[in-house]
C-alpha cells in the first residue's frame, strides 16, 4: 500500500512539476513575444492573440487594459461611415452567361474558359503571401449566392458547419458567414448576432452586446442595432455599410449577415494603421464591378499559414478587381467548401465550428 501510494505521490508531483514548468515557460514566450525582437513584432503578436477566442486573457496577464487599448487603437482598420453606391456596379451576368453557352456550343461543349474549365460558372486560384495561404472563389452570377442558415435559434442549441449548411440548400460551394454568441471560444453556433436575412426573409435582428469601456462599465445606451453588414440587395448588388434592420428593408436586401469591418466601399479601400491587425485565420465577400463575387478564405495559425491581416484583405481583393469587400467571422470558423471537398479547413484540434450562418453558391439549374 506504502508503494502504491508513493507511486500516486510521484506522479501527481511529476504532473504538478510539469504544468508549472509549462505556466511559466508560456509567461516567459509571452513577456518575450512582447517585449523582445522588435515593436512591430510586438504589434502583430499582441493583435493576432486579441483577435482570437481565448488569447486576450494570456495578453492580460502581462499587459495593462491601458496598454493593450493602445497597441489596438494604433494597429486598425479606420472604418466607414457610409455604405455602397450600388449604381457603381453594373451587374453582367446575363450577357456573361450567354456568352459563356455560346462558346461552348461553338466548340462542341468543350473548354470555353481556361479558368473554368468544368462550366458551372466559378473561378478557383490559389491565393499566398508572405505569411498565408488560402483561396479565392469567383462567382460569376451574383444571383446564386445566397446566406445559408439554420432552421431555428437557440442559445443553447447548436448550428450546422458550412459543409451541412452547403447540403441543406444544395449548394456547390460556400464559406462561413456572420458573427454568432461565441463567449471565450465556446459557443456552438446556435444564436447569431447582428442581421441574417435569407431569401428575403428577416431572420434576425438581435442586438449586439452593449459596448464597454477599459474597465468593463457600459457605454451610452445599450444594446447596439445597428451592425456592420453586407447582403446583396433586389438587384444582386453587394452592399456594405453599417446599419438596422429597418434600413436594410429600405435597401431591399434579398440576403445579408453582420459582422465586418468594410475592407472597400464604393471602390475605395479602408485605411488601417500600424500592421492592420493580427495574423489570423479569415474569411471575406466581395463584388467586382461587373457583378462577379469573390470569396475568399485564408489558413491560420500554421506553419505553412501563419494567417492574413486585415490589411492583407484588403491587398487580395483589391488585386481581384473588388469595389465593395467585406471582413466575415475568422479564426477556427474559416472554411471553405467546393464541389464537396473543404478546400480551406482551419480545424485543427476539433471538428469544424457550428455556425448559423453561410454564404453558399447554388447550383446552376437554381439560377433566378
Same mark, same amino acid.
Given at each position: 500500500? #506504502?508503494?502504491?501510494? #508513493?507511486?500516486?505521490?510521484?506522479?501527481?508531483?511529476?504532473?504538478?512539476?510539469?504544468?508549472?514548468?509549462?505556466?511559466?515557460?508560456?509567461?516567459?514566450?509571452? #513577456?518575450?513575444?512582447?517585449?523582445?525582437?522588435?515593436?512591430?513584432?510586438?504589434?502583430?503578436?499582441?493583435?493576432?492573440?486579441?483577435?482570437?477566442?481565448?488569447?486576450?486573457?494570456?495578453?492580460?496577464?502581462?499587459?495593462?487594459?491601458?496598454?493593450?487599448?493602445?497597441?489596438?487603437?494604433?494597429?486598425?482598420?479606420?472604418?466607414?461611415?457610409?455604405?455602397?453606391?450600388?449604381?457603381?456596379?453594373?451587374?453582367?451576368?446575363?450577357?456573361?452567361?450567354?456568352?459563356?453557352?455560346?462558346?461552348?456550343?461553338?466548340?462542341?461543349?468543350?473548354?470555353?474558359?481556361?479558368?473554368?474549365?468544368?462550366?458551372?460558372?466559378?473561378?478557383?486560384?490559389?491565393?499566398?503571401?508572405?505569411?498565408?495561404?488560402?483561396? !479565392?472563389?469567383?462567382?460569376?452570377?451574383?444571383?446564386?449566392?445566397?446566406?445559408?442558415?439554420?432552421?431555428?435559434?437557440?442559445?443553447?442549441?447548436?448550428?450546422?458547419?458550412?459543409?451541412?449548411?452547403?447540403?441543406?440548400?444544395?449548394?456547390?460551394?460556400?464559406?462561413?458567414?456572420?458573427?454568432?454568441?461565441?463567449?471565450?471560444?465556446?459557443?456552438?453556433?446556435?444564436?447569431?448576432?447582428?442581421?441574417?436575412?435569407?431569401?428575403?426573409?428577416?431572420?434576425?435582428?438581435?442586438?449586439?452586446?452593449?459596448?464597454?469601456?477599459?474597465?468593463?462599465?457600459?457605454?451610452?445606451?445599450?444594446?447596439?442595432?445597428?451592425?456592420?453588414?453586407?447582403?446583396?440587395?433586389?438587384?444582386?448588388?453587394?452592399?456594405?455599410?453599417?446599419?438596422?434592420?429597418?434600413?436594410?428593408?429600405?435597401?431591399?436586401?434579398?440576403?445579408?449577415?453582420?459582422?465586418?469591418?468594410?475592407?472597400?466601399?464604393?471602390?475605395?479601400?479602408?485605411?488601417?494603421?500600424?500592421?492592420?491587425?493580427?495574423?489570423?485565420?479569415?474569411?471575406?465577400?466581395?463584388?467586382?464591378?461587373?457583378?462577379?463575387?469573390?470569396?475568399?478564405?485564408?489558413?491560420?495559425?500554421?506553419?505553412?499559414?501563419?494567417?492574413?491581416?486585415?490589411?492583407?484583405?484588403?491587398?487580395?481583393?483589391?488585386?481581384?478587381?473588388?469595389?465593395?469587400?467585406?471582413?466575415?467571422?475568422?479564426?477556427?470558423?474559416?472554411? !471553405?467548401?467546393?464541389?464537396?471537398?473543404?478546400?480551406?479547413?482551419?480545424?485543427?484540434?476539433?471538428?469544424?465550428?457550428?455556425?448559423?450562418?453561410?454564404?453558399?453558391?447554388?447550383?446552376?439549374?437554381?439560377?433566378?
Amino acid at each position: 500500500m #506504502k508503494t502504491f501510494l #508513493k507511486i500516486i505521490g510521484g506522479f501527481f508531483l511529476y504532473l504538478i512539476t510539469t504544468i508549472l514548468v509549462v505556466l511559466v515557460g508560456f509567461y516567459g514566450f509571452l #513577456k518575450l513575444a512582447i517585449y523582445g525582437p522588435s515593436e512591430q513584432f510586438r504589434n502583430l503578436f499582441v493583435s493576432s492573440m486579441m483577435e482570437s477566442s481565448a488569447g486576450p486573457i494570456a495578453i492580460h496577464t502581462v499587459l495593462s487594459d491601458e496598454e493593450i487599448n493602445q497597441i489596438m487603437a494604433n494597429n486598425q482598420i479606420i472604418e466607414f461611415d457610409y455604405i455602397t453606391d450600388a449604381s457603381l456596379v453594373n451587374i453582367m451576368r446575363d450577357e456573361a452567361i450567354a456568352a459563356n453557352n455560346a462558346a461552348q456550343e461553338a466548340n462542341n461543349q468543350a473548354m470555353s474558359n481556361e479558368l473554368d474549365p468544368d462550366g458551372d460558372g466559378i473561378e478557383i486560384h490559389e491565393i499566398s503571401g508572405p505569411t498565408y495561404h488560402g483561396q !479565392m472563389l469567383v462567382v460569376y452570377d451574383p444571383s446564386r449566392v445566397i446566406c445559408a442558415t439554420i432552421p431555428t435559434y437557440t442559445h443553447s442549441g447548436a448550428g450546422m458547419t458550412v459543409e451541412q449548411l452547403i447540403n441543406r440548400y444544395g449548394a456547390v460551394a460556400g464559406i462561413n458567414g456572420g458573427q454568432y454568441e461565441d463567449e471565450s471560444g465556446t459557443g456552438i453556433g446556435g444564436w447569431p448576432l447582428g442581421l441574417v436575412i435569407s431569401q428575403g426573409v428577416l431572420c434576425h435582428d438581435g442586438p449586439l452586446p452593449a459596448e464597454t469601456d477599459e474597465n468593463g462599465y457600459q457605454i451610452g445606451d445599450g444594446v447596439i442595432t445597428s451592425y456592420p453588414t453586407v447582403g446583396f440587395n433586389q438587384d444582386d448588388v453587394l452592399i456594405v455599410g453599417t446599419f438596422g434592420a429597418g434600413y436594410a428593408e429600405g435597401l431591399g436586401l434579398r440576403d445579408a449577415c453582420s459582422f465586418g469591418p468594410a475592407l472597400i466601399v464604393n471602390g475605395v479601400s479602408a485605411g488601417y494603421s500600424g500592421v492592420g491587425g493580427g495574423l489570423n485565420p479569415r474569411t471575406a465577400i466581395g463584388q467586382r464591378a461587373d457583378g462577379a463575387v469573390l470569396m475568399l478564405c485564408i489558413e491560420g495559425r500554421r506553419t505553412t499559414s501563419m494567417g492574413a491581416s486585415m490589411a492583407d484583405l484588403i491587398s487580395i481583393m483589391e488585386e481581384y478587381g473588388a469595389v465593395n469587400a467585406f471582413n466575415l467571422d475568422g479564426g477556427m470558423s474559416s472554411s !471553405m467548401w467546393y464541389n464537396g471537398e473543404e478546400v480551406v479547413s482551419n480545424a485543427q484540434l476539433r471538428q469544424s465550428r457550428a455556425l448559423p450562418t453561410a454564404w453558399v453558391v447554388l447550383p446552376l439549374e437554381q439560377e433566378g
